[in-house]
């Protein structure tokens, strides 16, 4: 992270808690932001310290739990710990949900402040650029509630006091808001073309304006709609080579990099507690690894990669070993130390406890050795195959082993911090930037789109931009349909915070949720959990919400 975007999330943390602390939240219906009056706001300070706490408001709904983005989809499941917000398909997921209230209100408690930012800085010439950034943020907090929810309440303006009512208008018309704000953001001198401190800008714009436009597709079936999200993922740079390695641009030395169009900006300068006060990409997504002396990382072994994160790499391919992607996410060695895997000096030297071995390599594992006996001469091989060793060298299945107590199946290293997340046995120690959005994907965006607008053609040119960088097999035109990219979405974006969207927005979510998570059963999934429940709290403390819940709810 930049020396820019050090010192707004340095304001903005001072800021956010006096906007927010000791107001009521929006279930409360309470929007007001107690913060100092017009002759704070008249000040550079000030106004800067309100346009910054807006970008603030990333870190809260994107660094910690990402149980509705990920959570109940087919790459990830229960491990060691049962989190009971997870239950996303039974009887005891309701409208009382903790992990939607909480999605809820955070975005809404976001939203409020970019209103805040929008309202503090017009007829002033000089904040145009801070307010433009303010609508870009009211967009993305937006379109992320309209792919959870569908319709929710449309608040474009600050209010001073409290709320009696909020309306719920249709999933439509809140992407019509969406795309008008992005159509003219996109374009507007007020937004950098494009950003790499970590602010809104142009590029981000087209990126999230051709996802508008392929989500809001799928609602209206207008061939338009797609036409116009390849337009705009153009716009935003899809289309062309993508030339960092997959394992470098998600490592600390990526940050930074043009690819990214956006994300959420961490640095330890930047908050209170290093140890406590990062985010928990790092932490999730893997087995529990064992306590800090035996020299890995805390993880919380909560959404645990399922069988098919791993086979998906073997699929669409007929030579996975070829995809970079596979070992630039999993951390298949698992050595005396988690991190010996990043010391060059280390890194063939330092004995490999475990080797989690993926299906097509089993044949191989005698040559695995040989490459380097002194590190991997007594490693345990971990097979990740459907019934296949364990830790102890026992038959197990997959299954069984995501419930193991430690070390179980083979975690992501993906979103690893070397830096500050080594430094700190904690769960929130990682300083690692957050990508929100970048041209990998919208470069499949774009694919999407060429597949409903009946474009393989299309979609394959993109796809293999992609895949290219990967070295993976290069896609074929006839190969494209919506499980190929769903496929390959899998592979580029796993743990980016896509995936129940994806699911819900193609109408794959039951067949694929279904078929790989071994959580769920057949039948299970049925036609209203492609919506979350709007949360109880909201509808009776909101009138206006009454008799709107979403259907089965």
Not at 2 to 18: D, E, H, P, R, T
Not at 34 to 63: C, K, Q
Not at 348 to 376: F, G, H, M
């Amino acid at each position: 992270m930049n020396m820019i975007m050090k010192k707004i999330y340095i304001l903005a943390a001072v800021f956010s808690f006096a906007a927010l602390t000791g107001c009521s939240d929006f279930l409360d219906q309470e929007l007001k932001s107690n913060v100092p009056g017009p002759d704070y706001y008249a000040t550079e300070n000030g106004y800067e310290s309100l346009a910054n706490a807006a970008y603030s408001s990333l870190r809260t709904i994107y660094g910690g739990d990402p149980w509705l983005f990920e959570g109940g989809t087919d790459l990830f499941a229960t491990g060691r710990t049962t989190v009971n917000v997870c239950d996303l398909y039974g009887n005891a997921f309701t409208s009382a949900n903790d992990a939607v209230a909480t999605f809820y209100t955070d975005h809404y408690k976001a939203i409020s402040l970019a209103n805040e930012t929008i309202y503090w800085g017009e007829n002033n010439t000089s904040r145009a650029g801070r307010i433009a950034e303010a609508r870009g943020l009211r967009a993305l907090y937006y379109l992320n509630l309209v792919q959870q929810f569908g319709g929710v309440p449309l608040v474009k303006e600050r209010v001073s006091g409290t709320m009696t009512s909020a309306e719920r208008v249709s999933a439509e018309e809140v992407y019509n808001f969406i795309i008008n704000e992005l159509t003219e953001l996109s374009t507007s001198s007020n937004l950098a073309s494009n950003a790499t401190d970590g602010r809104f800008n142009q590029k981000a714009a087209y990126h999230y304006l051709a996802k508008a436009y392929l989500s809001r597709g799928y609602l209206t079936n207008s061939t338009s709609d797609f036409q116009a999200a390849i337009t705009a993922a153009k716009a935003a740079g899809a289309g062309q080579a993508l030339t960092t390695p997959f394992a470098t641009l998600f490592s600390n030395a990526g940050e930074g990099n043009a690819e990214v169009l956006f994300y959420v900006g961490y640095s330890a300068e930047t908050v209170d507690d290093p140890k406590d006060d990062g985010n928990k990409q790092q932490a999730h997504f893997c087995s529990y690894l064992d306590g800090q002396e035996k020299g890995h990382k805390y993880t919380s072994s909560t959404l645990t990669p399922t069988l098919w994160m791993h086979e998906v790499f073997n699929t669409n391919t007929t030579n996975p070993a070829q995809d970079e992607r596979y070992e630039g996410t999993f951390m298949t060695e698992l050595r005396k130390s988690y991190w010996d895997y990043y010391d060059e000096d280390k890194k063939n030297t330092s004995p490999v406890t475990y080797y989690y071995c993926p299906s097509w390599e089993i044949a191989n594992i005698d040559a695995w050795r040989a490459e380097y006996p002194d590190a991997r001469a007594n490693a345990q091989v971990v097979e990740m195959l459907p019934e296949g060793t364990n830790i102890s060298g026992i038959q197990t299945s997959y299954d069984a082993k995501m419930t193991e107590d430690v070390y179980g199946v083979a975690s992501f290293r993906k979103f690893d911090d070397t830096e500050n997340g080594k430094t700190y046995f904690n769960t929130q120690s990682s300083m690692r930037d957050i990508y929100l959005a970048r041209l990998g994907e919208t470069n499949l965006i774009a694919a999407e789109a060429c597949i409903k607008a009946n474009d393989p053609a299309g979609a394959v040119a993109f796809v293999n931009i992609v895949r290219n960088r990967a070295k993976a097999t290069p896609a074929t035109e006839a190969e494209m349909n919506i499980d190929y990219i769903l496929n390959e979405r899998a592979r580029e974006l796993a743990g980016e915070y896509h995936r129940w969207a994806d699911l819900a927005r193609t109408g794959k979510l039951a067949e694929y949720v279904e078929a790989h998570n071994p959580d769920i059963s057949a039948g299970q999934v049925t036609d209203k959990f492609y919506l979350r429940p709007i949360p109880l709290s909201a509808i009776e403390l909101n009138p206006a919400l009454e008799g709107h819940q979403n259907e089965g709810w």
